[in-house]
Structures are given as structure tokens and as C-alpha cells.
């Protein structure tokens, strides 16, 4: 959505709403199964002494794939965003800086990529979650697989010496 500034360019003080849904086949990454509904962005943009600042808040429903388990799970995110708008972004070194388009900016590819760069590169259905049993591929959160501990090939003489000393 691209939202004009010429109205506030020059007018420290000023601003000027925006809501926007963003394209979610941008935002889609592997372990996303569904978004639930749009993905909606709500901010400003305001001229702070003469530098443009857009403020949004963006809001996500969706079901995502566990990394360790693979279990289906709902996630919801409310991120908050703040970038720099400057004529000549394409000098500045920080991340957080966009570039106008003219006297506009489009403030929904703006908060894509913020959303985009901030993206868990994880997603757990719990802090704690044990993941999948690397022999059998029972998820050790439901309980224990009843798996033997598999002792490394390498360190194997080094088991022996131990039931070498318990016997002495």
C-alpha cells in the first residue's frame, strides 16, 4: 500500500495513519501450515523534527510446525515496528532504514520485511519441548521410547575400561 507524505514531509509534528493488510505468500516460510485470516498492519508515519518515523503494529494468527517435534500448533504475533524513512536510504548502513518513493512510502513492503528480518528462525510448541527419538521417531514429550542409549563406536574401549575397574 503505498501511503503519500507530501503533507507532513515538511511539517515536523505532523502524521499520518495507515492499516494494511500484507501479502502472505511473502511472509510464508517452511514450517507455516496456515495463516488464520489476514495479516493486518495498523501504525503511522510521523515527522519528528524533520525525520520520517513509521510506527506499526502488526498482527498474525497461524499454525506452525514444530522444529523438534513436528507437532501442528497455533501461534499468534503482535510485533511492534519502527523504521526510518529517508530519501536516500539506499547510503544508510542500518537495517531499520527504507527508502521513500518519491513523497511516499509503501508501508506494506516496509513492515513485511521488518516482519521478515524479526522472524523466529525456530518455532517450539513449548519452551521444553523433547523433540523426536533419533532411532525410533517416538515423540519423547507423550513419554520415554523405551530406546537403549546407544553407546558412540568411538568410545566404546573406553566403556570397557570402566567395567574393567568396577570388577577389580
Do not use: W
Amino acid at each position: 500500500m503505498y501511503l503519500d507524505l507530501h503533507e507532513i514531509i515538511e511539517m515536523p509534528g505532523r502524521s499520518v495513519p495507515f492499516q494494511c493488510e500484507l501479502d502472505r505468500e511473502r511472509l510464508s516460510f517452511p514450517t507455516l501450515v496456515a495463516f488464520h485470516g489476514p495479516v493486518t498492519a495498523r501504525g503511522q508515519v510521523k515527522n519528528i523534527a524533520g525525520v520520517l518515523e513509521l510506527a506499526c503494529d502488526v498482527e498474525a494468527d497461524m499454525s506452525v510446525r514444530c522444529d523438534r517435534c513436528g507437532r501442528v500448533f497455533e501461534k499468534r504475533l503482535t510485533p511492534r515496528y519502527a523504521a526510518t524513512l529517508q530519501a536516500d536510504a539506499e547510503d544508510a548502513d542500518s537495517e531499520n532504514v527504507f527508502p521513500l518513493t518519491g513523497d511516499g512510502v509503501d508501508v506494506s513492503d516496509v513492515a513485511e520485511t521488518c516482519m521478515i528480518l524479526d522472524m523466529d528462525t525456530k518455532f517450539l510448541c513449548r519452551d521444553d519441548c523433547k523433540g523426536l527419538c533419533p532411532t525410533c521417531g517416538k515423540d519423547l514429550n507423550d513419554g520415554a521410547c523405551g530406546c537403549k542409549k546407544q553407546i558412540d563406536p568411538r568410545m566404546a574401549v573406553l566403556g570397557q575400561l570402566l567395567d574393567d575397574d568396577q570388577e577389580v
